[in-house]
């Protein structure tokens, strides 16, 4: 089977020039100069927001098209803009559904991709068919931030005073399985 197939999803990467031109659009549709506009954010709040305060020009070149901001700022941008202004940057590859996430989820997620990094990283291991003592140290420490990980979204989702809360957040006191010690 070709990679055309198996990634028949995949969209081409829009030009240089169409992703200037979208984020520059969106962009400007939700950041403003002054509170006044009605937008979303103004620039200098955008610059303190990702950590540029010192750079609302670099901000503002982003608003008038001189230029785009690359790997993390481009992040940084998406997560405190509005998700509306993500999902029309998404939307140039074909994708979207970009949405507000509650903790809760954002949780859940967190433990999700972290259980996959651990089963990744014991398949790594595991590819000279054993696990040295420097491997199951590395394994211990990601099982041990996975419990931490998982105590934490237990405790949110179960926390007194939540409505359907079961108050069993605690790992500890969810019941062992057949011959558990």
């Known amino acids: 089977m070709s990679n055309a197939t198996r990634n028949a999803h995949r969209f081409d990467a ?19 100069t002054y509170q006044s506009e009605g937008k979303a954010m103004t620039l200098a709040e955008v610059a303190r927001a990702i950590g540029k ?6 901000v503002e070149a982003w608003r008038d098209g ?54 990744e990283m014991f398949i790594r291991h595991m590819e000279d068919g054993r696990v040295d003592h420097m491997e199951k140290a590395e394994q211990m420490r990601w099982a041990r931030q996975m419990r931490d990980r998982l105590d934490k979204v237990l405790h949110g989702h179960d926390a007194p005073g939540k409505s359907g809360s079961t108050g069993k957040g605690n790992v500890a006191a969810l019941p062992k399985r057949a011959g558990a010690q």
Do not use: W, Y
């Open 14 to 32: 829009p030009g240089a020039e169409l992703f200037q031109a979208v984020f520059t659009s969106a962009f400007h549709d939700h950041v403003g």
């Open 53 to 58: 305060e010192n750079k609302v020009r670099t």
């Open 66 to 119: 001189e230029t785009v901001p690359r790997g993390a700022d481009l992040f940084a941008v998406m997560a405190v803009l509005p998700v509306s202004f993500s999902n029309r940057l998404l939307s140039l590859i074909g994708i979207g559904g970009a949405k507000e996430m509650s903790p809760e989820e954002i949780s859940f997620q967190e433990v999700a991709h972290a259980a996959a990094s651990c089963t």
